[in-house]
Antibody, heavy 119, light 113 residues
Framework: QVQLVQSGAEVKKPGASVKVSCKVS????????IHWVRQAPGQGLEWMGI????????SYAQKFQGRVTMTRDTSASTVHLELSSLRSEDTAMYYC????????????WGQGTLVTVSS | DTVMTQSPDSLAVSLGERATINCKSS????????????LAWYQQKPGQPPKLLIS???TRESGVPDRFSGSGSATDFTLTVNSLQAEDVAVYYC?????????FGQGTKLEIK
């Protein structure tokens, strides 16, 4: 079945970087776009950006420009999210989710990766 | 950015009754070339990722009970849950996926009265 399986929880200090992975299975990796969405504790959902696994091109929300990088490894059917210059406000659950097109609904979600930023 | 505003923020409904959640977009998300509304509804239960319930404003996903329905167009949308069941307790989010960033509403917490 279709699955997006994310890497485990991370604890980072302010100013550090974190890299979260999302391994997909059950479908052709290059046929769906991957979005990243985060959710701070007790808060709503915030879209971070999108990557096209076929060509590797990514587009980011302006809020995260300069701090976020999305990459993909086609041989491993895996997408990565890297967020740098972490601050306490980046403490959140980070989700990968797929869509059939750049503008399409998010039909399958990963289980989430909790990133905690604390000194 | 396109602002999605849901109402109410929370809602308590008796088992078997109807729940109605509204979502308003700050700009039209009806795309004229295909006459589709780029609006989705998600359900999120505690400790779980969101689950897609409805896409294109009114298309129910496979496996979603038919007590869930979506309606509306352009800037005003509604999620209706008929005959509320205990397992429907969750937070519900609307999302527009036409404009970047793909923004979500703030969420509506649905509880049992």
């Amino acid at each position: 079945q279709v699955q997006l399986v994310q890497s485990g929880a991370e604890v980072k200090k302010p100013g550090a970087s974190v890299k979260v992975s999302c391994k997909v299975s059950g479908y052709t990796f290059t046929n769906y776009y991957i979005h990243w969405v985060r959710q701070a504790p007790g808060q709503g959902l915030e879209w971070m950006g999108i990557i096209n696994p076929s060509g590797g091109r990514a587009s980011y929300a302006q809020k995260f420009q300069g701090r976020v990088t999305m990459t993909r490894d086609t041989s491993a059917s895996t997408v990565h999210l890297e967020l740098s210059s972490l601050r306490s406000e980046d403490t959140a659950m980070y989700y990968c989710t797929r869509a059939p097109a750049p503008i399409g609904p998010f039909d399958i979600w990963g289980q989430g990766t909790l990133v905690t930023v604390s000194s | 950015d396109t602002v999605m505003t849901q109402s109410p923020d929370s809602l308590a409904v008796s088992l078997g009754e109807r729940a109605t959640i509204n979502c308003k977009s700050s700009q039209s998300i009806l795309y004229s070339s295909d006459n589709k509304n780029y609006l989705a509804w998600y359900q999120q239960k505690p400790g779980q990722p969101p689950k897609l319930l409805i896409s294109w404003a009114s298309t129910r996903e496979s496996g979603v009970p038919d007590r869930f329905s979506g309606s509306g167009s352009a800037t005003d949308f509604t999620l209706t849950v008929n005959s509320l069941q205990a397992e429907d307790v969750a937070v519900y989010y609307c999302q527009q996926y036409y404009f970047t960033p793909h923004t979500f509403g703030q969420g509506t917490k649905l509880e049992i009265k």
